[in-house]
């Protein structure tokens, strides 16, 4: 458990006229949490947490290709960002964006979604009738499966962790999973339901894009082609804009006064682009737990009707009706992640306790004494969904060049290699980009990865802080009045 809790101790959130907001991105490794003000300088972060939410959860139905999060340890992280807030700028917040991770689904039954109870700090709840969340690494749905489901009007695919091919899946291995449900959502939409209680969850554009068979240009699901093979079309929910508001908190919450309004949920990504990106001739950068590497559409692009599941290169719902060109890896700092934990097995294996934190320390530093290698990594281990098929491969191998130093210089190129092999540089230039901006944690804390991208893409990097989709969020709800 990483306590990162970062108090700024500006008192701007604490001056009564200005309009301090809190946003929250729960993402696939930590929850991340910020405080925002507006002030005459700007927006200011006055506070910031995470915690990692070590949610991993075992996959009953779909075994060792499921990848399930269990929600109360998710709700568990959350709960412990906003308890390190103090109090009294809690009690100054008036909105609340939320981002998480998408693609995932979470079920749960109305009215027995959550647990309100008084706690030390005000109202807190605690997951109720919940499900699993079936993450966006879910792997149960099979290439075969897939092409047994019928084609999506949308520009997007429909890919394995994909809420609506998780729901197709269920559906027809384990129809009787289903049942107890009424509900359904990415799990930042579930937290907004549960805040505002609401009766039917509410979802954004964004995130109704990433779980397949929905039409961003109509912002309407593929209710027909899915009524038609027996989609239980009453898990959908509602849908509406990134930036609208989904309802005012009934109850106070850790402090924050009863009324304050909720955002509809947000994109993760999206919201780490929208904390940095300034410029049309931005490029951004994300590494979290996957990556990303993207640059804004024209205003009044539209994408094509149908999905091209080939390309490396998606359309992503931004805000406004606009769209992001984005090359969305499914290897980012979870490929770090493995090879730590791959590590850290052996070590015990041998009868060695080694702190994964330690790992990640020695491993960057001694990659940083070695800044060229000829070992050549392609981190694909989760294989791409436009190339499932391609995993991991390491060539070039010298008996001379299997330090830690070595391995870990060609795990931190070869993740910047594959997202440039998504996206070229040569790309980003004819697109007119001017700078990259870097975000997510995963990069902020890994300067061999900083190295790597300032090789492979040479232009002016701007990196972020580690909060970037939350204070994304918390931005959002700044914005839109
Ligand atoms: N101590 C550490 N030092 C450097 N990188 C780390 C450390 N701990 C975790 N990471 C990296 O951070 C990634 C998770 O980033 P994070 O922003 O928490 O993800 P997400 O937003 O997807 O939840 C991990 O996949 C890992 O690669
Ligand atoms: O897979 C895609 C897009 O297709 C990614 O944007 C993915 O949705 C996001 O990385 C997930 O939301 C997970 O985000 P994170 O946990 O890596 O921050």
């Given at each position: 458990?990483?306590?990162?809790?970062?108090?700024?101790?500006?008192?701007?959130?604490?001056?009564?006229?200005?309009?301090?907001?809190?946003?929250?991105?729960?993402?696939?490794?930590?929850?991340?949490?910020?405080?925002?003000?507006?002030?005459?300088?700007?927006?200011?972060?006055?506070?910031?947490?995470?915690?990692?939410?070590?949610?991993?959860?075992?996959?009953?139905?779909?075994?060792?290709?499921?990848?399930?999060?269990?929600?109360?340890?998710?709700?568990?992280?959350?709960?412990?960002?906003?308890?390190?807030?103090?109090?009294?700028?809690?009690?100054?917040?008036?909105?609340?964006?939320?981002?998480?991770?998408m693609h995932g689904v979470v079920f749960w039954?109305t009215?027995?979604?959550?647990?309100?109870?008084?706690?030390?700090?005000?109202?807190?709840?605690?997951?109720?009738?919940?499900?699993?969340?079936i993450?966006w690494?879910?792997?149960?749905c099979?290439?075969?499966?897939l092409?047994?489901l019928p084609q999506p009007q949308s520009h997007l695919s429909v890919a394995?962790g994909f809420g609506c091919a998780t729901i197709y899946w269920y559906l027809?291995?384990?129809?009787?999973?289903l049942?107890?449900f009424d509900a359904a959502g990415t799990?930042h939409d579930y937290?907004v339901a549960?805040?505002?209680?609401l009766e039917r969850p509410l979802m954004s554009v964004q995130n109704a894009a990433s779980w397949g068979y929905f039409n961003s240009r109509s912002k309407s699901w593929n209710t027909e082609i899915l009524r038609e093979s027996g989609f239980p079309l009453d898990l959908l929910p509602e849908v509406g804009d990134p930036?609208g508001?989904a309802?005012?908190?009934?109850?106070?919450?850790?402090?924050?006064?009863?009324?304050?309004?909720?955002?509809i949920a947000l994109g993760?990504?999206?919201?780490?682009?929208?904390?940095?990106?300034?410029?049309?001739?931005?490029?951004?950068?994300?590494?979290?737990?996957?990556?990303?590497?993207?640059?804004?559409?024209?205003?009044?692009?539209q994408p094509p009707e149908t999905p091209?599941?080939?390309?490396?290169?998606a359309y992503f719902p931004?805000?406004?009706g606009?769209y992001?060109?984005?090359?969305?890896?499914?290897?980012?700092?979870?490929?770090?992640?493995?090879?730590?934990?791959?590590?850290?097995?052996?070590?015990?294996?041998?009868?060695?306790?080694?702190?994964?934190?330690?790992?990640?320390?020695?491993?960057?530093?001694?990659?940083?004494?070695?800044?060229?290698?000829?070992?050549?990594?392609?981190?694909?281990?989760?294989?791409?969904?436009?190339?499932?098929?391609?995993?991991?491969?390491?060539?070039?191998?010298?008996?001379?060049?299997?330090?830690?130093?070595?391995?870990?210089?060609?795990?931190?190129?070869?993740?910047?290699?594959?997202?440039?092999?998504?996206?070229?540089?040569?790309?980003?230039?004819?697109?007119?980009?001017?700078?990259?901006?870097?975000?997510?944690?995963?990069?902020?804390?890994?300067?061999?990865?900083?190295?790597?991208?300032?090789?492979?893409?040479?232009?002016?990097?701007?990196?972020?802080?580690?909060?970037?989709?939350?204070?994304?969020?918390?931005?959002?709800?700044?914005?839109?009045?």
């Amino acid at each position: 458990m990483m306590a990162d809790n970062q108090a700024m101790g500006l008192s701007p959130c604490a001056t009564p006229g200005t309009v301090c907001v809190l946003g929250i991105d729960l993402g696939t490794t930590s929850v991340k949490a910020a405080l925002v003000v507006e002030t005459a300088q700007g927006q200011i972060v006055t506070q910031s947490c995470s915690r990692e939410t070590q949610a991993q959860a075992d996959s009953p139905a779909a075994g060792a290709q499921g990848m399930e999060q269990d929600v109360q340890k998710i709700i568990k992280a959350l709960n412990e960002c906003l308890a390190a807030f103090p109090q009294e700028h809690l009690q100054r917040v008036s909105r609340i964006g939320i981002s998480g991770q998408m693609h995932g689904v979470v079920f749960w039954k109305t009215n027995q979604g959550c647990k309100w109870a008084e706690s030390g700090t005000g109202h807190t709840f605690q997951p109720g009738e919940v499900s699993h969340l079936i993450t966006w690494q879910d792997g149960r749905c099979s290439s075969s499966f897939l092409s047994s489901l019928p084609q999506p009007q949308s520009h997007l695919s429909v890919a394995t962790g994909f809420g609506c091919a998780t729901i197709y899946w269920y559906l027809k291995n384990s129809p009787g999973f289903l049942k107890p449900f009424d509900a359904a959502g990415t799990i930042h939409d579930y937290v907004v339901a549960m805040l505002c209680d609401l009766e039917r969850p509410l979802m954004s554009v964004q995130n109704a894009a990433s779980w397949g068979y929905f039409n961003s240009r109509s912002k309407s699901w593929n209710t027909e082609i899915l009524r038609e093979s027996g989609f239980p079309l009453d898990l959908l929910p509602e849908v509406g804009d990134p930036g609208g508001i989904a309802g005012r908190m009934p109850h106070d919450w850790h402090g924050i006064p009863k009324g304050a309004e909720v955002g509809i949920a947000l994109g993760d990504f999206q919201c780490s682009v929208y904390s940095c990106m300034t410029e049309r001739t931005d490029a951004v950068l994300n590494i979290s737990t996957s990556a990303q590497l993207t640059v804004p559409m024209p205003l009044g692009f539209q994408p094509p009707e149908t999905p091209d599941s080939l390309s490396a290169v998606a359309y992503f719902p931004y805000f406004d009706g606009n769209y992001l060109a984005v090359a969305a890896s499914l290897n980012g700092g979870n490929v770090l992640a493995t090879f730590v934990d791959m590590l850290a097995c052996w070590m015990a294996e041998l009868g060695y306790d080694v702190l994964e934190s330690r790992v990640y320390t020695q491993m960057i530093n001694a990659a940083l004494a070695q800044n060229a290698t000829r070992l050549s990594i392609c981190p694909t281990v989760f294989g791409e969904r436009h190339m499932p098929e391609q995993l991991a491969s390491v060539t070039s191998i010298a008996a001379s060049e299997l330090s830690l130093g070595h391995v870990t210089r060609a795990l931190c190129h070869g993740i910047i290699q594959n997202l440039h092999s998504m996206l070229p540089f040569q790309h980003l230039k004819e697109a007119g980009v001017k700078r990259i901006l870097g975000s997510g944690s995963a990069l902020s804390r890994n300067d061999v990865l900083k190295q790597e991208v300032e090789k492979t893409f040479p232009l002016p990097v701007i990196y972020g802080k580690d909060v970037d989709a939350a204070v994304g969020a918390a931005m959002v709800m700044l914005h839109r009045r």
